[in-house]
Structure formats: structure tokens, C-alpha cells
């Protein structure tokens, strides 16, 4: 089992800033890859930025240039750091590790922070 809790969520001006942070405990050492996605009011959730356990990392096309994902395997830790942040930006962000189990895996999910960005 692993557990997810998140924090930095928050209200913020269009053109602001604010970092997310994820901390992982439990069984830690099965996860392969952390990421964040978001999911606005009558949308689907949606991969914003992952990051393995090594350096490769994925942002979405509407995020790039502006979020930066980023992993402290010593404490555990996955940060968000948004940049720029747009309105539509607005959404619940919520922390994601995946643990392969054989030729599957399992995901656990973090219980969400609202992050509202104002025009």
C-alpha cells in the first residue's frame, strides 16, 4: 500500500505561481513513476505531468513551458510547480503513483487539492 497527501493548492491570480507537492509513504519502493492530474468541473480527469523514477518526465501540451515536474526520491516527494497559471488552469490536482505489479499495475491517487485561478 502506498499513501498520497498533497498539499499547496490554493486561489491565485491569473499570471501567478504556486507549487504543488506530493509526499509518498508505505510501500514506496514499488512505485515506477508519480505524476499529477486534474480534472475540472464536467471534464474527465486528465494526465497533466509525470515523472519516472529516474529523470524522464511528460508534461501535456497545454501545460508545457509553463508547469515543471520535479522528484525527491530521498524524501519521497513529487512537486508541481506551476507557472503562469490561466484560469482554465482551475481544477482539482491530484497526486498519482503507479506501481507495475507483473505485466500490470496498480495506481493509488492522492485525495485531491483545489487549485482556482481568477482572471
Known amino acids: 500500500q502506498v499513501q498520497l497527501v498533497e498539499s499547496g493548492g490554493g486561489l491565485v491570480q491569473a499570471g501567478g505561481s504556486l507549487r504543488l507537492s506530493c509526499a509518498a509513504s508505505?510501500?514506496?519502493?514499488?512505485?515506477?513513476?508519480m505524476g499529477w492530474y486534474r480534472q475540472a468541473p464536467g471534464k474527465e480527469r486528465e494526465l497533466v505531468a509525470a515523472?519516472?523514477?529516474?529523470?524522464?518526465?511528460y508534461s501535456a501540451d497545454s501545460v508545457k513551458g509553463r508547469f515543471t515536474i520535479s522528484r525527491d526520491n530521498a524524501k519521497n516527494t513529487v512537486y508541481l510547480q506551476m507557472n503562469s497559471l490561466k484560469p482554465e488552469d482551475t481544477a482539482v490536482y491530484y497526486c498519482?503513483?503507479?506501481?507495475?505489479?507483473?505485466?500490470?499495475?496498480?495506481?493509488?491517487w492522492g485525495q485531491g487539492t483545489q487549485v482556482t485561478v481568477s482572471s
Open positions: 498519482n503513483a503507479r506501481c507495475p505489479t507483473g505485466s500490470r499495475y496498480y495506481d493509488y
Open positions: 515523472i519516472t523514477s529516474g529523470v524522464n518526465t
Open positions: 508505505g510501500d514506496t519502493i514499488c512505485i515506477s513513476a
